[in-house]
């Protein structure tokens, strides 16, 4: 498996009675008290102090994430004794990838690692019982990942990586004791690859120019058919989920001939499908599996996760974890008999807890907090709330408030941005949020037409709006905060990263009377660039990139993309910015930063550029986190008058370099 003519305004603050206004409005007017004390950024960005526990095949142990040293390694803990946890990697330089596999010996674990950010995460197994580490794939330029693993070969795993050609992945089946690689099938025309629990490649996909997914099926000759079409417009809401043990039935996602993906079966002899779950209001996501590979539970996220039983065991599953605690549940792994299974309960003010289902006592039993450091935080309340776009969409967006202060009124504002853009935000703790909460921010994320789990009529909204109306989004989020009294509209800051840097510099250039300040972080500034740099595993979708973005490849597409690239708008950019760039992306290159960095400066608009050497598409190491969000911090202060903690140590051990700008920033050097 693989893995119009009314006033904007005027329309937001009318639409937003319906259903939300009272219960914000509400909190905004509330008594107000004394500030909040200021909770160090280290507590919000350090790395957790445990990650994806999961129980070993033979129900004896738990593996997890957890720091050693300030790094993450894994850890091993004995189930009925987690205080006896031990690592058993001893990795020194940079975390561990949070993905890893418990391989079905229940003596070895699966993990990746890739260096300075440069996304080739290579393969290796770890033996608990002498910390024995042997790679699986190589160890230079190779990006891979887990394709398959089965109780019936419990000595291996397939594994795909494109040692042979960058563009494409091989299929190989490798013994995770000893290292031994096998090449299964050289794959040089597929996007992605099907197997089953037999380690049989059952299924390969094609995209076509236009964007269409075309599935294969391949026969027991090794020869190929059409299996299935899913246009363009499904991609995102279509997937293979699993083979059953029977080799003849398939589980899949599907949103053809409906607007929400649900999940279904399929009988590969008669190809006669079967409904197995829905949900009215948003996608199935995810679905959970017995030891035949069936499907037990599947999952929605419309605001929040909703489960729906598919086998009735699932039923006192969902009824155990609710009589456990609150938070929305998801589960993380098995033991083979099924008998034992852990989950995490995800909450918004305090931290989230990692459990053990007992499915033998019916019971449940907390092992672990992700943060520990949290217990004594004053944590805020996350909100669901729906603003209404000019055009009609329901926006599903997320709303964290500081603590009251005395005085009330309108507060300073900081609209967070999802990258992607196709992703999506969720409910439950984010640091960003709680951040600047902490500071006395009102905190709004949005999740803008193009965000993924609300049907595929959702993301087709976003077809060429990159800078269109999916930037009309943002600002109807901004003005419905307005609009509900809590946003003062002349302390508003936008903060995004990647895509959702793109979207801060498009608001620097396209709508800067809306924002004080702007923090973009490895965001986009030319589309034609960008296109023309995108990583080579990119390759095979790239007819999905040039239908829904622009296509390159054409002089009105070349125009298209130029027009929707901020560094051709510069006219109108005024407002302060500060821009942060792992040097080692190879997603979003730093030439995308370097060039909008240069064009702004010679127009004399006020910018801070700051730079780590050793990141790439997101800042792994915490000393480099906590450096970012001392800038980031004392940048807000003096846009939107929020509170600061002085920037201290925080650069400790970071790779943090001010490349330009540092003097308009206080407490930096430049």
């Given at each position: 498996?693989?893995t119009?003519?009314?006033d904007?305004?005027?329309?937001?603050?009318?639409g937003a009675?319906?259903?939300?206004a009272?219960?914000?409005?509400?909190?905004?007017?509330?008594?107000r008290?004394?500030p909040?004390?200021?909770v160090a950024?280290r507590?919000f960005?350090?790395?957790?102090d445990?990650t994806?526990?999961?129980?070993?095949p033979?129900?004896?142990?738990?593996?997890?994430?957890?720091?050693l040293?300030?790094?993450?390694?894994?850890?091993?803990?004995?189930?009925?004794?987690?205080?006896a946890?031990?690592?058993?990697?001893r990795?020194?330089?940079r975390?561990?990838?949070?993905?890893?596999?418990?391989?079905y010996?229940?003596?070895?674990?699966?993990f990746?690692r890739?260096r300075?950010?440069d996304?080739?995460?290579?393969?290796?197994?770890?033996n608990?019982?002498?910390?024995a580490?042997v790679?699986l794939?190589?160890e230079?330029?190779?990006?891979?990942?887990?394709?398959e693993?089965?109780?019936?070969?419990p000595d291996?795993m397939?594994?795909?990586?494109?040692a042979?050609?960058?563009?494409?992945?091989?299929?190989?089946?490798?013994?995770i004791?000893?290292?031994a690689?096998e090449?299964?099938?050289?794959?040089?025309?597929?996007?992605?690859?099907?197997t089953?629990?037999?380690?049989?490649?059952?299924?390969?996909t094609?995209?076509?120019?236009?964007?269409?997914?075309?599935?294969?099926?391949?026969?027991?000759?090794g020869t190929?058919?059409?299996?299935?079409?899913?246009?363009?417009?499904?991609?995102?809401?279509?997937?293979?989920?699993?083979?059953?043990a029977?080799?003849?039935?398939?589980?899949?996602?599907d949103?053809?001939?409906?607007?929400?993906?649900?999940?279904?079966?399929?009988d590969?002899?008669t190809?006669e499908?079967?409904?197995l779950?829905?949900?009215?209001?948003?996608?199935?996501?995810?679905a959970?599996l017995?030891?035949q590979?069936?499907?037990?539970?599947a999952?929605a996220?419309?605001?929040?996760?909703?489960w729906?039983a598919v086998?009735?065991i699932?039923k006192?599953?969902?009824?155990?974890?609710?009589?456990?605690?609150?938070?929305?549940?998801?589960?993380?792994?098995?033991?083979?008999d099924?008998?034992?299974?852990?989950?995490f309960f995800?909450?918004d003010?305090?931290?989230?807890?990692?459990?053990?289902l007992?499915?033998?006592?019916?019971?449940?039993?907390?092992?672990?907090?992700?943060?520990?450091?949290?217990?004594?935080?004053?944590?805020?309340?996350?909100?669901?709330?729906?603003?209404?776009?000019?055009?009609?969409?329901?926006l599903?967006g997320?709303?964290?408030?500081?603590a009251?202060?005395?005085?009330?009124g309108?507060?300073?504002?900081?609209?967070?941005i999802?990258?992607?853009?196709?992703?999506?935000?969720?409910?439950g703790?984010?640091?960003?949020?709680?951040?600047?909460?902490?500071?006395?921010?009102?905190?709004?994320?949005?999740?803008?037409?193009?965000?993924?789990?609300?049907?595929k009529?959702?993301?087709?909204a976003?077809?060429r709006?990159?800078?269109?109306?999916?930037?009309d989004?943002?600002?109807?989020?901004?003005?419905w905060?307005?609009?509900q009294?809590?946003?003062?509209?002349?302390?508003v800051?936008?903060?995004?990263?990647?895509?959702?840097g793109?979207?801060?510099?498009?608001?620097?250039t396209?709508?800067p009377?809306?924002?004080?300040?702007?923090?973009?972080v490895?965001?986009?500034?030319?589309?034609?660039?960008?296109m023309?740099?995108?990583?080579?595993?990119w390759g095979p979708?790239?007819?999905?990139?040039?239908?829904?973005?622009?296509?390159?490849?054409?002089?009105?597409?070349r125009?298209f993309l130029?027009?929707?690239?901020?560094?051709?708008?510069?006219?109108r950019?005024?407002?302060?910015?500060?821009?942060?760039?792992?040097?080692?992306?190879v997603r979003v290159?730093?030439?995308?930063?370097?060039?909008?960095?240069?064009?702004?400066?010679?127009?004399?608009?006020?910018?801070?550029?700051?730079?780590?050497?050793?990141?790439?598409?997101g800042?792994?190491?915490?000393e480099?986190?906590?450096?970012?969000?001392?800038?980031?911090?004392?940048f807000?202060?003096?846009?939107?008058?929020?509170?600061?903690q002085?920037?201290?140590?925080?650069?400790?051990?970071?790779?943090?370099?001010v490349e330009?700008?540092?003097?308009?920033?206080?407490g930096?050097?430049?």
């Open positions: 498996m693989p119009a003519p009314i904007r305004r005027d329309f937001l603050r009318h009675l319906i259903g939300t009272v219960p914000i409005a509400g909190l905004v007017l509330q008594a008290a004394e909040a004390a200021l950024r507590v960005f350090d790395n957790p445990c994806n526990v999961r129980v070993s033979d129900g004896q142990n738990a593996a997890y994430i957890a720091p040293n300030g790094v993450n390694n894994l850890w091993v803990a004995p189930l009925n004794d987690p205080a946890a031990r690592p058993v990697t990795v020194t330089d975390n561990i990838g949070s993905y890893y596999r418990w391989a010996t229940s003596r070895h674990l699966v990746f890739e300075d950010g996304e080739n995460w290579r393969a290796a197994s770890v608990i019982t002498n910390g580490v790679p794939t190589p230079q330029g190779v990006k891979s990942f887990l394709q693993i089965d109780r019936k070969f291996e397939l594994i795909r990586h494109n042979r050609d960058k563009s494409r992945f091989d299929l190989f089946r490798i013994n004791v000893t290292g690689s090449l299964k099938f050289e794959n040089t025309e597929y996007a992605d690859l099907f089953d629990s037999d380690f049989q490649l059952r299924m390969a094609r995209l076509a120019p236009d964007g269409t997914a075309e599935i294969f099926e391949r026969k027991p000759d190929w058919t059409p299996f299935i079409q899913v246009p363009i417009g499904d991609i995102d809401t279509f997937r293979l989920i699993d083979m059953g029977d080799g003849n039935t398939l589980y899949f996602l949103s053809r001939e409906r607007d929400r993906a649900a999940l279904f079966s399929m590969m002899t190809r499908t079967r409904l779950a829905a949900d009215d209001e948003a996608d199935i996501v995810e959970t017995d030891e590979r069936r499907p037990v539970a999952r996220n419309r605001d929040r996760s909703r729906y086998n009735p699932a006192q599953d969902l009824a155990d974890l609710a009589r456990h605690g609150s938070g929305d549940v998801y589960f993380l792994s098995d033991s083979a099924r008998r034992k299974a852990s989950v995800e909450r003010s305090e931290s989230g807890e990692f459990a053990l007992d499915r033998e006592r019916r019971e449940v039993r907390k092992m672990l907090v992700q943060r520990k450091a949290l217990a004594d935080v004053p944590l805020r309340k996350m909100q669901p709330v729906i603003i209404p776009s000019r055009d009609g969409l329901r599903n997320y709303l964290t408030l500081p009251p202060e005395a005085g009330g309108r507060m300073p504002l900081v609209l967070v999802h990258g992607g853009p196709y992703l999506r935000d969720v409910w703790f984010n640091s960003t949020h709680q951040w600047l909460a902490n500071r006395g921010y009102a905190v709004l994320s949005v999740n803008y037409r193009g965000s993924t789990g609300f049907g009529a959702f993301i087709k976003a077809d709006e990159w800078g269109g109306r999916m930037h989004d943002l600002i109807d989020a901004v003005d905060a307005v609009a009294g809590i946003a003062d509209p002349k302390r800051g936008f903060f995004g990263a990647s895509y959702g793109y979207s801060a510099l498009m608001a620097a396209k709508t009377e809306v924002f004080a300040c702007i923090v973009d490895f965001g986009i500034s030319n589309l034609i660039t960008f023309a740099t995108i990583p080579p595993y979708w790239f007819s999905i990139w040039k239908n829904r973005l622009g296509d390159p490849a054409t002089e009105a597409g125009a130029a027009e929707r690239s901020p560094i051709n708008h510069l006219d950019a005024t407002k302060p910015i500060l821009i942060a760039q792992g040097m080692r992306d290159v730093a030439a995308e930063s370097e060039q909008m960095v240069a064009a702004l400066k010679q127009r004399g608009v006020p910018v801070t550029y700051i730079t780590f050497p050793d990141e790439g598409h800042f792994v190491r915490p480099n986190r906590l450096a970012f969000y001392g800038v980031t911090e004392a807000l202060a003096k846009h939107l008058g929020g509170r600061s002085p920037i201290g140590n925080d650069f400790a051990g970071s790779s943090l370099k330009t700008g540092g003097e308009l920033v206080p930096i050097s430049g």
